[in-house]
Structure formats: structure tokens, C-alpha cells
Nanobody, 124 residues
Framework: QVQLVESGGGVVQAGGSLRLSCTASSRAVSGFPMGWFRQAPGKEREFVAAISWSGAITSYADSVKGRFTISRVNAKVTVSLEMSSLEPEDTAVYYC?????????????????WGQGTQVTVSS
């Protein structure tokens, strides 16, 4: 069983930046894509960003393109999400996930392992 642990959430003012990190308990994830999702109160969990196993290919939701950057470090068992120009609409619980599929999956059902989530609150 792979465990994913997120860190880096918090409260930030609109226009500010935050960096989220997620570290896997097993090197098994290094050969598979990883991603970030978020869920705001009363809303469905939605795709934010994904990165291929090599780190060479990334995908982003339109709402975060140009503001968020996903990357893989530490022998590819850690994935980070650099968030800038944050908006109140970015307020949500952010979840790290690992997939057993190829490419950069964007569907929630394409991910097998999930972290517990970290809260990001952007104040106006």
C-alpha cells in the first residue's frame, strides 16, 4: 500500500503564493504519473495538475494554467505544486494522488492512491 503525505497548505492573501509538497512512502510511484486535485466546500473534487513519471510532460486545468507549476523531485517520489497569483476561488482542500496509468491522467477515477489533503485558504 502506498501512502501519500501532503504538506504546505495554509492561509494566504489574494495575489500571494504557496508551495505544496507530497511525498510517497514507496519508490513504486516513481514509474507512474502523479497529480493534484482540489475540493472546495459543496463542490466536486476537480483536477488541478498532473505530471508524467519522468516529469517531462505536465497537464493543467485551464483555471490554473500560467499560475501553478507541478514538478517532481527526490527520485520522483515527491511531487510539488507551486501556486502563485492565488485567488479566493483557489480556496479548497488540495489532494495529492498517484496513478497506475500512463501519461498524465486528468480523471479522478484514474488515480489509485490518495493523500489526506491539505487546506489552502486564500483571503480577499
Amino acid at each position: 500500500q502506498v501512502q501519500l503525505v501532503e504538506s504546505g497548505g495554509g492561509v494566504v492573501q489574494a495575489g500571494g503564493s504557496l508551495r505544496l509538497s507530497c511525498t510517497a512512502s514507496s519508490r513504486a510511484v516513481s514509474g507512474f504519473p502523479m497529480g493534484w486535485f482540489r475540493q472546495a466546500p459543496g463542490k466536486e473534487r476537480e483536477f488541478v495538475a498532473a505530471i508524467s513519471w519522468s516529469g517531462a510532460i505536465t497537464s493543467y486545468a485551464d483555471s490554473v494554467k500560467g499560475r501553478f507549476t507541478i514538478s517532481r523531485v527526490n527520485a520522483k517520489v515527491t511531487v510539488s505544486l507551486e501556486m502563485s497569483s492565488l485567488e479566493p476561488e483557489d480556496t479548497a482542500v488540495y489532494y495529492c494522488a498517484a496513478s497506475l496509468r500512463a501519461g498524465t491522467p486528468v480523471g479522478r477515477n484514474e488515480y489509485t492512491y490518495w493523500g489526506q489533503g491539505t487546506q489552502v485558504t486564500v483571503s480577499s
